[in-house]
């Protein structure tokens, strides 16, 4: 089934060109100029992903994302900025975006974050293991950052050189380790334990 979009940004040639690059591949059901719009149209049409921008008119990114888990708990929420402010990543992950994208990425992980993001569900604030900090080793840790940073399997093989499947051993130790279900769970862990440097 193909997923629904949302596209929030205030700069009308940003959306477009965001627009002809996933258009194909899914269905766009509203652009938003502000946080304002955003809500409304989720709201109004529930859909899938909202891809939202951090700096706009109205509402800010934290606002709109409390009040779209409010309203449309089944969307999921990628954040799209040039920002890289770990501070403003832990806020905006606490508040309910289920990842971030910079806007620099290419159209092919684009896609690929799209057809796999999740609405964040439950609860945020439960204890998170204590020997996390002790058990993951540095490269695990490097591998959640760039899970955290949106990077697929493929990109953190190429960029680590090491194979794909080595990627998924890591991950799948990451997930044993932190008690995680899935890759928004583990860097949502990780961002609590304060093990993410941005």
């Given at each position: 089934?193909?997923?629904?979009?949302?596209?929030?940004?205030?700069?009308?040639?940003?959306?477009?060109?965001?627009?002809?690059?996933?258009?194909?591949?899914?269905?766009?059901?509203?652009?938003?100029?502000?946080?304002?719009?955003?809500?409304?149209?989720?709201?109004?049409?529930?859909?899938?992903?909202?891809?939202?921008?951090?700096?706009?008119?109205?509402s800010?990114?934290?606002?709109?994302?409390?009040?779209?888990?409010?309203?449309?708990p089944?969307?999921?929420?990628?954040?799209?900025?040039?920002?890289?402010?770990?501070?403003?990543?832990?806020?905006?992950?606490?508040?309910?975006?289920?990842?971030?994208?910079?806007?620099?990425?290419?159209?092919?992980s684009?896609?690929?974050?799209?057809?796999?993001?999740?609405?964040?569900?439950?609860?945020?604030?439960?204890?998170?293991?204590?020997?996390?900090?002790?058990?993951?080793?540095?490269?695990?840790?490097?591998?959640?950052?760039?899970?955290?940073?949106?990077?697929?399997?493929?990109?953190?093989?190429?960029?680590?050189?090491?194979?794909?499947?080595?990627?998924k051993?890591?991950?799948?130790?990451?997930?044993?380790?932190?008690?995680?279900?899935?890759?928004?769970?583990?860097?949502r862990?990780?961002?609590?334990?304060?093990?993410?440097?941005?």
């Amino acid at each position: 089934m193909t997923r629904r979009i949302v596209l929030a940004d205030d700069h009308s040639l940003f959306r477009k060109g965001v627009r002809a690059l996933i258009e194909p591949h899914f269905l766009v059901v509203g652009e938003a100029s502000d946080g304002d719009e955003a809500i409304a149209l989720v709201e109004r049409e529930a859909p899938d992903v909202l891809l939202l921008d951090v700096e706009m008119p109205g509402s800010s990114a934290e606002q709109t994302l409390g009040r779209v888990r409010r309203r449309s708990p089944s969307t999921a929420v990628i954040i799209l900025t040039m920002h890289t402010d770990a501070v403003l990543r832990r806020r905006l992950l606490r508040a309910g975006a289920s990842a971030f994208a910079d806007k620099s990425i290419d159209d092919r992980s684009l896609r690929e974050l799209i057809s796999s993001v999740r609405p964040v569900s439950g609860v945020t604030d439960e204890p998170e293991p204590a020997s996390a900090t002790r058990v993951l080793t540095d490269r695990e840790l490097q591998v959640i950052g760039m899970i955290a940073h949106a990077y697929t399997n493929r990109e953190i093989s190429e960029r680590l050189n090491i194979t794909e499947g080595t990627v998924k051993r890591h991950t799948s130790n990451i997930y044993a380790k932190l008690g995680a279900t899935s890759r928004i769970d583990a860097v949502r862990k990780v961002v609590r334990l304060n093990l993410l440097e941005g």
